[in-house]
């Protein structure tokens, strides 16, 4: 059993800055278990207490889960002077301390899982998990059966070490191309680089699955929801 002062407790579930929360408490609008308490500082387990304001239940989330599909034109970051970020988007949440679990281009749109599990994102990141993550892409040129194999076999785009062995599943072959593209890990813009270095640019990008988690079909882009219980037991067993 964990506690945490009141103040905090409200102030992490959104209720309120800590400022404004402490005015709630000492105006006894914050009750505890059916009775008020007027004490910023009194100490709860925030899994059993029942702590209402205005006699409104607040809810306890100790982690939360997103999925957002991301669209072009805001930045993989919690803040930023420029752009909007992926956080703009989550607008419906309890948490504050909420982050992107990696990155995605400016431009490019797709999956992102969104959340305050840093034990559950070290994972997904950690290169040595080699977590698949698949990406659908509009190419500028005719990509070809040779391109499967390089990209299958490693190439170099100016790294050390040349890429893992990727999958790329060609969907059109035409002036312009569509395909599915298969990494295992996260090299700064990678699938860009890797396709530059076969001299056929990268037009649009979107990831479509992580790991275990695919991208629902039903977001449109800057859409999101919350991960499933399903989903996140999925995710923290498999990957
Ligand atoms: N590879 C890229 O080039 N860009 C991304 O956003 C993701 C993978």
Do not use: W
Not at 11 to 33: F, H, N, P, Y
Not at 58 to 85: H, I, Q, W
Not at 150 to 163: C, N, S, V
């Amino acid at each position: 059993m964990s506690l945490i002062r009141l103040d905090k407790f409200l102030a992490e579930m959104q209720i309120g800055t800590r400022s404004e929360v402490k005015k709630l408490i000492r105006g006894g609008k914050v009750q505890i278990d059916g009775h008020v308490c007027k004490n910023a500082d009194e100490k709860i387990d925030p899994e059993q207490a029942e702590v209402m304001v205005d006699h409104v239940l607040v809810g306890y989330a100790a982690y939360e889960y997103f999925m957002l599909n991301k669209p072009k034109g805001c930045v993989s970051a919690t803040e930023d002077s420029r752009y909007p970020t992926v956080l703009d988007y989550i607008t419906d949440h309890k948490r504050k301390d909420l982050f992107p679990v990696g990155r995605l281009d400016l431009d490019t749109e797709g999956l992102l899982l969104i959340t305050n599990d840093g034990a559950l994102a070290h994972e997904l990141l950690s290169p040595a998990k080699h977590i698949p993550k698949t990406y659908e892409a509009k190419i500028d040129g005719i990509v070809t059966q040779e391109d499967v194999e390089i990209f299958a076999q490693g190439m170099d785009i100016g790294e050390k070490k040349p890429t893992k062995p990727a999958e790329l599943l060609i969907l059109k072959a035409n002036v312009i191309s569509h395909v599915q593209v298969t990494i295992y890990e996260g090299k700064f813009h990678q699938i860009k680089r890797m396709f530059e270095s076969v001299g056929k640019p990268v037009l649009e990008l979107k990831r479509i699955s992580m790991g275990a988690l695919s991208l629902d079909e039903k977001l449109a882009p800057g859409e999101y929801r919350a991960l499933t219980d399903a989903e996140i037991n999925y995710l923290r067993q498999r990957g």
